[in-house]
Structure formats: C-alpha cells, structure tokens
C-alpha cells in the first residue's frame, strides 16, 4: 500500500492581490516578460518562491522582488500583500 503524503498546497499561504485591480501574471521576473495571465480583482495568491527582478512601483511600494505564483508565472511583489518589504517565501531556484 502507497501513502500519499500530504501536498505542498495544503499548507500553503495565501496572499491578496492589491483590491480592485486586474495585476499582470508575467512569465518571468519584470514587465518586459509576456503577460501569461491576468488574476481578477480581489484575487489570492499562493506565493511558492521569489526572486530579484525589475524594480515596480504599485499599491504596496516599490519593490524588485517577483513572486513565483506558478510554473512560468510571475506577479510583482508591490502589488501583493504579504506584510513585508522583504522575502516571504524561499528564493526561486
């Protein structure tokens, strides 16, 4: 018999993009990057690693940091709410 552990995502935590925006989900760390996406408003994201990238300026200040909310996407830090001006979550790979 196989046990399952349990996922990553169960324990995951949940971040609120900026209220009553629509916020870009790139495919790499910086606005020159192609837009993958777009989260709706009053989206949450699971941030699972971040990394430094082009500095962007939005609802939470300015910020370098990228977010890595899934396979090839990412969403600037400066428009997530994560409580802090630095890192939450383990730099990306």
């Known amino acids: ?3 399952s552990s349990p996922s990553a995502e ?4 949940y971040y609120p993009v900026a209220p ?5 989900v790139r495919s790499g760390p910086g606005t020159g990057y192609r837009i993958v ?3 709706p408003k009053g989206a949450f994201v699971a ?3 971040q990394k430094p990238g082009e500095s962007v300026s939005g609802p939470y200040g300015t910020s ?3 977010d ?3 396979v090839g996407e990412y969403v600037s830090d400066a428009y997530v709410k994560t409580g802090s001006d630095g ?3 383990p730099r990306c790979a």
């Open 20 to 24: 009553d925006v629509n916020v870009n």
């Open 10 to 13: 169960a324990a995951q935590t």
């Open 64 to 66: 370098n940091i990228w």
């Open 68 to 70: 890595n909310i899934g």
């Open 47 to 49: 941030i699972f690693c």
């Open 37 to 39: 996406r777009v989260l």
């Open 1 to 3: 018999m196989v046990m």
């Open 87 to 89: 890192y939450v979550a």
